[in-house]
Nanobody, 114 residues
Framework: VQLVESGGGLVQPGGSLRLSCAAS????????MSWYRRAPGKEREWVAH????????NYADSVKGRFTISRDNAKNTVDLQMNSLKPEDTAVYYC????????WGQGSQVTVSS
């Protein structure tokens, strides 16, 4: 299993970023996929997940209405569109396949600062 995130960076408050996660080594369309984040000095926290077909999504209250998770099962990718970013969204963002064994990408830094 390999998960590789891309798309992080520095953005001003109120701005937008899109993260992408490329998956390989397993049958992507069989699995729920998730995004998590770890802010400085804090535990990793769940952000959003999407069902294997993409027909169902769920979000943490802290990002609901601002973030959108999506997937493309033909390309084996799962994305996180982040709008109206706030300084408290600053974190390393991880793509994850959660289950009996958890798999994580290497993480992508998102910094929201003026």
């Amino acid at each position: 299993v390999q998960l590789v995130e891309s798309g992080g960076g520095l953005v001003q408050p109120g701005g937008s970023l899109r993260l992408s996660c490329a998956a390989s080594g397993f049958t992507f369309s069989n699995y729920v996929m998730s995004w998590y984040r770890r802010a400085p000095g804090k535990e990793r926290e769940w952000v959003a997940h999407i069902s294997n077909t993409g027909g169902s999504t769920n979000y943490a209250d802290s990002v609901k209405g601002r973030f959108t998770i999506s997937r493309d099962n033909a390309k084996n990718t799962v994305d996180l569109q982040m709008n109206s970013l706030k300084p408290e969204d600053t974190a390393v963002y991880y793509c994850g396949r959660i289950g009996l064994t958890n798999y994580w990408g290497q993480g992508s830094q998102v910094t929201v600062s003026s």
